[in-house]
């Protein structure tokens, strides 16, 4: 499988991600063991609805456009980051507690656990890296 072709597999997961965890994140009873605030799942939203769109157009349009061009680029990649961030900080809804007055885990109906989370948002990160390598070699 060539390289091109995995980031387009990345791109659109990372799409179904962001949508995800819009959707999952959208109520007041998320699941996990801290509230986060409505902040953080809002920017990880918007500023991957920003990348995306900004990475599309970069492995769409030729390299000799603005919108294929290295400013473009730059800016995509650091949405990506932003993204990623954010996921990361969605995470820590999940990080254990330990102690007598510590919050039970929130469950809801999309898994039992950490585990969907945890493949979408290290993923992300990886997509990321991925991303990043691919732009600054200028392998798409």
């Known amino acids: 499988m060539s390289f091109p072709i995995v980031v387009w597999i990345l791109t659109a997961l990372a799409a179904v991600a962001i949508v995800l965890t819009r959707l999952r994140l959208r109520g007041e009873a998320a ?3 801290f509230s986060i605030s409505s902040r953080v ?23 000799d456009s603005f919108v294929g061009g290295a400013f473009v680029g730059i800016l995509a990649i650091a949405f990506w980051w932003v993204t990623a961030i954010c996921g990361l900080l969605i995470l820590a809804r999940w990080l254990p507690a330990k102690g007598r007055h510590a919050p039970e885990a929130a469950g809801d109906s999309w898994s039992d656990g950490p585990g969907l989370s945890l493949l979408a948002h290290l993923g992300m990160v990886v997509g ?13």
């Open 128 to 140: 990321v890296l991925v991303f990043t390598y691919a732009y600054l070699s200028a392998a798409v």
């Open 41 to 63: 799942p809002l920017a990880h939203f918007v500023a991957g609805v920003v990348a995306l769109v900004l990475w599309l157009g970069v492995l769409v349009a030729p390299e």
């Open 31 to 33: 699941a996990g063991r």
